[in-house]
């Protein structure tokens, strides 16, 4: 499933795409957790883009959520943020590139006609591995028994 949305750059639209991004979120099956990772990680990219309302696309993102069997990814292309071959960071800062690194997956940053894309890549059904151990072990004891 694709999602497309264009949003004016503002902390009050942010709202609206973090309903979006958890609605689409839950029915992946991603945790609670995973989804506010996932949002937060939109919030750093959008607040990291340029200033909102100046040039072009009048302060506006482009926002595309894909959903795939295991994984959600969201494209946020900012027509604002340009930069050379050479640049690596596509204009965002080091440091935003950095935390968003920590709450997704995986982080692209794409070079396109439109401006840069910024690609987040985040996975469903991610068990914290202290938790996943004790319940594969009673679900094992459980089969056991029952077989007695």
């Known amino acids: ?20 991004l958890s609605c689409i979120g839950v ?6 957790r995973e989804i506010e990772e996932t949002g937060s990680a939109v919030s750093e990219v959008c607040a990291g883009s340029g200033d909102p309302g100046t040039d072009a696309g009048d302060g506006k993102l482009s926002v595309r959520l894909c959903t795939h069997d295991s994984y959600m990814t969201v494209e946020i292309t900012d027509p604002r943020s340009d ?13 935003m590139l950095e935390r968003v690194g920590h709450l997704a997956d995986k982080v692209e940053l794409i070079r396109g006609v439109e401006g840069i894309v910024v690609v987040i890549t985040k996975y469903a059904a991610k068990q914290e591995p202290s938790l996943s151990k004790p319940m594969r072990y009673l679900a094992s004891v459980g089969t056991t028994s029952l077989q007695s």
Do not use: D, F, W
């Open 1 to 20: 499933m694709i999602t497309e949305v264009q949003i004016k750059n503002c902390s009050s639209h942010l709202v609206h795409l973090r309903r979006i």
């Open 27 to 32: 029915g992946l099956g991603m945790s609670p």
């Open 83 to 95: 930069c050379s071959p050479a640049c690596s960071g596509g204009g965002y800062p080091a440091a």
